[in-house]
């Protein structure tokens, strides 16, 4: 891929119009959703869908998340039957995907769908990448903006750390609210989990191991260039300690044991521990309920065997 000047400008009208006009002219933009930072492209340009597997070195097979602008957006590229519509109406804008049957005639580059017969829409709750799909009237590819396998991004800094001189422009609207990426649904033939997130979805059967369906679904994920090790007491020789409640560390998640603190200062965490001197990062164990299982998921993705 070309090498390129990349630029962070803070999020105004200005720098909309400029992110607005690279994305028409087929290049990516990374734009601050409420989750993490994404990598935006025009999700009916293959072309420029190619451009965001570039600059992420993003294998094929792994489909993206389409935003859109609303529910009638959504509904243009994907089925919605009852149980999606409904879902679509209560969590819409927000945290939550959902994976259904890809509309036929819909304007979607089959790079984004990875050859599937579905489509993961979302619709997002965060001003700045609403007002770019109002400024390019297009929808959205945007998985994370960091390279593929790696920790996602939560703030401008992150993003440029990540991809400097693979992306053109990153618009800085600060640290994201959530910190964790959005909660996955398939829906047809029931409700299947296919990540957990933010927003808990009641009846959700979590999907077992198998095809990539969705983001996220890799089994080495999220993760930092040392290895990590999880549910840690404490600090072993060479390691970088990330606590949570009562395990202090050389950083803490929520000295409170706040779930919802410690999953928007997750990824910032283990960026700041991948930047250390270190052999490796240790990870305090984090209650496995409610939020604590998305951030225990991306936990374990971080501390896989990488593929």
Do not use: C
């Not at 909309?16 to 002219?25: K, N």
């Not at 997002?124 to 945007?142: N, S, Y």
């Amino acid at each position: 891929m070309t090498v390129q000047d990349t630029r962070v400008r803070p999020f105004d009208e200005a720098a909309l119009a400029e992110a607005a006009a690279l994305i028409l002219a087929g290049q990516p933009v990374a734009v601050p959703t409420e989750t993490v930072y994404g990598l935006a492209a025009d999700a009916t340009d293959g072309e420029a869908v190619a451009r965001i597997y570039a600059a992420k070195g993003r294998p094929s097979f792994n489909p993206l998340i389409v935003h859109v602008p609303d529910l009638a957006a959504a509904a243009a590229l994907g089925e919605f039957d009852g149980p999606a519509r409904e879902l679509a109406e209560r969590h819409w804008p927000g945290p939550l995907t959902l994976v259904v049957p890809l509309r036929a005639g819909a304007p979607v580059a089959s790079l984004v769908t990875a050859g599937l017969p579905t489509v993961a829409l979302r619709v997002p709750a965060h001003p700045a990448m609403q007002a770019l799909l109002m400024a390019t009237a297009t929808p959205l590819a945007a998985p994370s903006a960091n390279r593929s396998g790696r920790i996602s991004p939560t703030r401008a800094e992150h993003v440029l750390a990540s991809l400097a001189g693979r992306i053109p422009l990153i618009l800085d609207a600060g640290p994201t609210e959530r910190g964790l990426e959005s909660t996955i649904v398939a829906v047809g033939g029931g409700l299947r989990l296919l990540r957990p997130g933010p927003i808990d979805i009641p009846g959700a059967v979590p999907a077992g191991a198998g095809a990539i369906e969705a983001p996220g679904m890799l089994g080495s994920h999220y993760a930092p260039t040392r290895p990590v090790r999880l549910h840690a007491g404490e600090r072993r020789a060479g390691e970088w300690l990330i606590g949570f409640g009562a395990v202090g560390g050389d950083d803490n998640l929520s000295p409170s044991g706040n779930l919802e603190e410690a999953a928007a200062n997750l990824f910032a965490a283990l960026h700041r521990a991948d930047a250390q001197p270190v052999r490796g990062i240790a990870v305090a164990a984090v209650p496995d309920h409610g939020l604590g299982q998305a951030i225990n998921d991306r936990l374990r993705r971080a501390a896989a065997d990488r593929e």
